[in-house]
C-alpha cells in the first residue's frame, strides 16, 4: 500500500552533517503520521524524530536541538537533517508511517556511520 525508500546515508566526520531523505509512494492519501528510526549494532530500534497526527513533531533527547525532521505537503518526502553528528548516532535509519488503516510500513533502511 506505501512504498518508502530511504536515501542520504554514509559515511561522515564526527561534527558533520547528512541529510535523510524518504521517498513514499502508493496510497500516500492513508498516510497518518510519519517518522524516523534508527538501530545501532546492538541496540533496539528507537525513535528518532516524527510527526504526530496533529502535524507536532516528537525527537528523541539524543538528538533535540542537533536534528530536525521536515516533510514536503504532499507527504511524499520525508527528510532528516542531522547537524553536529557525534559516533552515538550510528546506526541504521529507517522511514516509517502508520496509515488510517493502522498498517504501519517501513523503509528499508540507510547506514549512517559517523567516525573519524
Known sequence: QVQLVESGGGLVQPGGSLRLSCAASGSISSIVTMGWYRQAPGKERELVAGFTSNGRTNYADSVK??????????????YLQMNSLKPEDTAVYYCSVWTYSNYRYWG???LVTVSS
Not at 65 to 78: H, V
Open 108 to 110: 528499508q533502511g540507510t
Open 65 to 78: 536541538g542537533r536534528f530536525t525532521i521536515s516533510r514536503d505537503n504532499a507527504r511524499t518526502r520525508l
